[in-house]
């Protein structure tokens, strides 16, 4: 366990390498090998561009369900991934403090960082933590996207691992947090914002919650059963969106 909160590169018991530690050369290696274009490249991808990438998955997600027959849900869903975000952020800050997990750079000479400037602790990293939160969220509003968006977040964590700034068990750990936070409060979420967009729907900013050609949820005949999570349906409400 020394080995993993440290970072120590010194074989342990058996004569075995830290896996950790030597998974960080393999994939770091190849930024040492790679042209000065691929590596501000990937810097730029790791840093920015995959967040980047998932917001405007999310702008084509909230588009798409807009035109769904129960788009107040679906956009509550889709509302719940950015506030997984920044819980699972906040989350890690006690995590941090604890563990307390140097750079990886800091404890092993011969890294290729390709970001300057990080002095923070390194378990567990924030930008594997935030991506795969908000793709998790994303994932509970629209499979398809949630699909696409889960991908970008696992190439994040290469990202990280490539640039030198994270050991593999730090992006690990933050894969593991954000999809904890986004899956397991998701109950709770939707009960608390589904009945806003509801809310939202019946008024003149009803439009960023339903499309206006968007069919109206089936309504069960009287005395029959809803559907498995179908939710009720009154005229008023949402003829008037």
């Not at 405007?56 to 107040?72: G, I, N, T």
């Not at 069919?215 to 008023?236: E, K, T, Y």
């Amino acid at each position: 366990m020394a080995g993993l909160v440290t970072g120590d590169s010194m074989p342990v018991a058996g004569g075995e390498s830290n896996p950790d530690v030597s998974l960080l050369y393999d994939i770091n290696g190849i930024a040492k090998s790679a042209p000065n274009w691929a590596d501000r490249t990937m810097e730029y991808i790791g840093e920015y561009g995959i967040v980047f990438g998932l917001a405007v998955l999310m702008l084509c997600a909230w588009w798409s369900l807009r035109k769904s027959a129960d788009a107040p849900a679906g956009v509550a869903a889709l509302l719940w991934s950015p506030l997984a975000a920044g819980i699972a952020l906040l989350v890690n800050i006690p995590i941090r403090d604890f563990v307390r997990r140097p750079r990886p750079f800091l404890d092993h000479p011969g890294l290729e960082v390709l970001v300057d400037g990080k002095k923070d602790y390194s378990f567990v990293s924030d930008h594997a933590t935030l991506t795969m939160a908000l793709a998790v969220g994303l994932f509970v509003a629209n499979r398809k996207y949630g699909f696409i968006g889960i991908g970008l977040a696992l190439l994040e964590g290469f990202c990280r691992v490539y640039m030198g700034v994270h050991y593999p068990t730090d992006v690990v750990g933050g894969l593991a947090l954000g999809t904890a936070v986004a899956l397991l409060l998701a109950p709770l979420a939707m009960m608390l914002l589904t009945p806003l967009t509801r809310m939202i729907a019946g008024t003149r900013a009803g439009r960023l919650v339903r499309s206006p050609d968007a069919p109206l949820p089936v309504v069960p005949a009287a005395g029959d059963p809803a559907l498995p999570g179908q939710q009720p349906f009154h005229h008023d409400r949402d003829l008037a969106a």
